[in-house]
């Protein structure tokens, strides 16, 4: 067999693979959320609050799919015309033409150029934040934090171009194979160290001081049977008015976050309700999961680009020979931005099907449905949230089951248990 057979054939089994760990990971069965109750959920939100929520929405869209279209136009344009290529070429010039000028200042450049590019709309977003008083940050604070996810950004560039050209150099005709095991590699690693080398560098992390409510919490993971060192507060407030909590991490860097702001605004019995999500999470090792498939995603594409590359049009419009030269990094660079595109529903409903579970468990294990619908209300209030969100909108990218599904959700576990 050629290395072009055994692609097609790992292409096939990692599709395979991805199919099999959706099947048996993802939680297929929603817990009921009755649109009746949905309904009358939203009927009793004040229609003034659910009109500035939906302002605060609507005047989000433009500056976010503007940047969308931007990022895929720049993409598209640098990608499949030789002008990425020329651009590469350009980087790498002052070098002598070295594949390793190419491969770092090269890929950095196309990189950059949609961000740059994109610059006007975040800015514009952060606009919209300051004047509905959700962002607690001037412009001078605004920056500092863009620069830092600009450093971000351009280390794990580096890391992910020199590996992946220089695996394409060591084996020209099974890099595909190297490569799927890389990124796999890569995607893991970068869930492991993501709460020990990234997320410092936007926030300070505080274990949360020792009182009554840290008792229960730690009680409550303990009666869960979900060993947590600790629950750590981020100085989110620093940034934002929004109330928050999240868990990252896998194995040995697992942790449970809230947000300073959270414990700011809401009562205890509601912060156990938000902890006790996170728990959910914590238990079904949701963090695993969503690293499992993002790995065998990564893995799937980049056999999937080697095989893509062996269509020859799609080289002669990129101007480059193949897809495994530095050069071709646009249009490396358009598919995948192509594929994220089309991929962002799917993760969504994986993303809401999971969070949907994770409030279940809450529930059950709160035994507290009216807390949860408390501190629903709360997010939605002071997140500036539409707590019923355009269909489309929810389909294409809700991370989270809206508001008034949430609150449903909560109203038929109590029926159901008699609370
Ligand atoms: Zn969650």
């Given amino acids: 067999m050629t290395p072009r057979t055994w692609a097609v054939v790992a292409f096939g089994g990692l599709l395979l693979a991805l199919l099999v760990a959706a099947v048996v990971l993802v939680p297929w069965h929603r817990p009921p959320a009755p649109r009746a109750d949905q309904l009358a959920a939203l009927r009793e939100f004040p229609a003034e609050q659910v009109a500035r929520g939906r302002a ?45 000028a190419q491969a770092v200042f090269g890929g950095l450049a196309v990189v950059f150029v949609a961000n740059l590019l994109t610059l006007p709309f975040t800015a514009w977003r952060h606009a919209v934040l300051s004047r509905y008083g959700l962002a607690t940050q001037g412009w001078g604070g605004w920056t500092v934090d863009l620069l830092k996810s600009y450093a ?19 084996a020209p ?94 009562p205890p019995a509601e912060v156990v309700a938000v902890v006790a999500h996170e728990l959910g999470h914590a238990k079904k090792r949701d963090v695993v999961t969503g690293t499992l498939l993002s790995a065998l995603s990564v893995a799937a594409a980049v056999v999937g680009l080697y095989l893509l590359g062996q269509w020859r049009p799609l080289l002669r419009a990129a101007g480059v020979d193949s897809i495994a030269e530095p050069r071709a990094f ?31 468990h809450a529930l059950a294990l709160t035994d507290d449905p009216a807390a949860f619908e408390a501190m629903q209300r709360r997010l939605a209030t002071v997140n500036l949230g539409d707590p019923d969100p355009p269909r489309w909108e929810y389909l294409y990218s809700a991370s989270h089951p809206s508001t008034v599904e949430r609150i449903a959700a909560a109203r038929a576990y109590a029926r159901e248990t008699g609370r």
Avoid at 152 to 170: N, S
């Fill in 56 to 100: 605060f929405r609507a005047a989000l869209r433009p500056p976010g799919y503007a940047a969308l279209l931007v990022t895929l136009a720049v993409a598209l344009v640098l990608g499949l015309t030789p002008l990425g290529a020329r651009l590469i070429s350009l980087a790498g010039r002052p070098f002598g033409d070295h594949w390793i």
């Fill in 173 to 266: 005709r099974w890099w595909w194979a190297f490569g799927a095991a890389g990124a796999a590699a890569l995607v893991l690693l970068f869930s492991l160290v993501l709460p020990v080398l990234v997320e410092p560098v936007f926030n300070r992390f505080t274990p949360m001081p020792p009182g009554p409510l840290r008792d229960e919490l730690t009680a409550l993971a303990a009666r869960d049977g979900v060993p947590v060192r600790d629950v750590l507060v981020a100085d989110a407030s620093r940034r934002t008015r929004a109330v928050n909590a999240y868990v990252s991490g896998i194995g040995p860097t697992r942790r449970i976050v809230v947000y300073d702001t959270l414990l700011r605004e809401a």
């Fill in 152 to 170: 971000v950004t351009a280390v794990i560039a580096v890391i992910a171009l020199l590996g992946f050209y220089t695996v394409t150099r060591l």
């Fill in 330 to 360: 646009a249009l490396v660079l358009a598919v995948v931005t192509v594929l994220g595109l089309i991929a962002t529903p799917a993760q969504a409903w994986v993303s809401r099907r999971i969070e949907a579970r994770a409030d279940a």
